[in-house]
């Protein structure tokens, strides 16, 4: 079923593209390239962005501790 929608899609897009001087259909290649370019490029470089996001001295047990002594519970129980 999605391929059939992916193929509708392209018909239509074809349709609409198809009255297109030749000049601005190798523009729109050309940006159409491009993007996948970018979208590997940018899948590849995914991880790093990640990578060495925070950096502490402190040992994992530590920041768990911290972040356990830090935390403050102000729930009060309404009587009926």
């Known amino acids: 079923m999605r391929s059939n929608t992916n193929a509708i899609l392209i018909d239509n897009y074809f349709g ?3 009255s297109l001087s030749k ?3 190798l523009k729109l290649i050309a940006k159409l390239s491009n993007s996948i370019i970018d ?4 899948n ?3 991880v790093d962005k990640f990578f060495g996001a925070f950096e502490s001295k402190k040992s994992a ?4 501790k911290e972040i356990r ?3 403050t519970f102000n729930r009060t129980i309404e009587a009926f």
């Open 16 to 18: 609409l593209l198809s």
């Open 23 to 25: 000049e601005n259909k």
């Open 39 to 42: 979208e590997a490029t940018d």
């Open 44 to 46: 590849e470089n995914i």
């Open 61 to 64: 047990e530590e920041l768990i």
């Open 69 to 71: 002594e830090s935390r």
